[in-house]
């Protein structure tokens, strides 16, 4: 029997917070909706711009992890499967729709908004444009935060050793 791939990979903007539900039997399902751009110079040289609009799927952990750590307006890569679901409206119409059921995703922003705990380092953008960032730039700002963040743990006093009968449950 012939292979076949079902693959999509996308990088694009979130247009929505992630909603996160559980199934009846408590698996993860988060959902939003990714918005890619394309943009082309016809022959006249008029500039058109294109928008397209992605529903994405993501289960269990990772429907988890996109919940808290994306929101509106996000640049992300995501990849995963088409899938199509059909189903009956309570208005007795037959429903359709195709969604990318994700297997991965990558954040590709470094913003933060209050609260976030992620641990990407928060870049100014007086330092540098976004798009003149080269990634190892970026890779080296990482392992400068993540070497501070060790200095930081040997400066910490030492912590005193808890025996099992001092925890009180």
Same mark, same amino acid.
């Given at each position: 029997?012939?292979?076949?791939?079902?693959?999509? +990979?996308?990088?694009?903007?979130?247009?929505?917070?992630?909603?996160?539900?559980?199934t009846?039997?408590?698996?993860?399902? /988060?959902?939003?909706?990714?918005?890619?751009?394309?943009?082309?110079?016809?022959?006249?040289?008029?500039?058109?711009?294109?928008?397209?609009?992605?529903?994405?799927?993501?289960?269990?952990?990772?429907?988890?992890? /996109?919940?808290?750590?994306? !929101?509106?307006?996000?640049?992300?890569f995501?990849?995963?499967?088409? !899938?199509?679901?059909s189903?009956?409206?309570?208005?007795?119409?037959?429903?359709?729709? !195709?969604?990318?059921?994700?297997?991965?995703?990558?954040?590709?922003?470094?913003?933060?908004?209050?609260?976030? +705990?992620?641990?990407?380092?928060?870049? &100014?953008?007086?330092?540098?444009?976004?798009?003149?960032?080269?990634?190892?730039?970026?890779?080296?700002?990482?392992?400068?935060?993540?070497? =501070?963040? =060790?200095?930081? =743990? &040997?400066?910490?006093?030492?912590?005193?050793?808890?025996?099992?009968?001092?925890?009180?449950?």
């Amino acid at each position: 029997m012939p292979k076949s791939l079902n693959r999509v +990979q996308l990088i694009g903007n979130l247009t929505r917070d992630p909603e996160l539900r559980y199934t009846p039997s408590g698996t993860a399902v /988060c959902s939003f909706s990714v918005a890619t751009n394309r943009s082309w110079t016809l022959d006249s040289g008029e500039k058109k711009d294109e928008t397209e609009f992605h529903r994405i799927v993501a289960w269990s952990k990772l429907a988890e992890i /996109c919940s808290q750590f994306l !929101t509106k307006g996000r640049k992300v890569f995501v990849e995963g499967r088409l !899938t199509t679901r059909s189903w009956t409206a309570q208005d007795g119409t037959q429903k359709n729709t !195709t969604e990318i059921v994700i297997s991965d995703m990558i954040l590709l922003d470094n913003r933060r908004t209050e609260g976030d +705990q992620t641990s990407e380092p928060v870049v &100014e953008e007086k330092e540098a444009p976004k798009k003149a960032r080269s990634t190892s730039s970026v890779q080296a700002k990482k392992e400068e935060s993540i070497q =501070q963040a =060790q200095d930081k =743990q &040997e400066e910490a006093p030492p912590v005193e050793d808890i025996a099992a009968d001092d925890i009180p449950f």
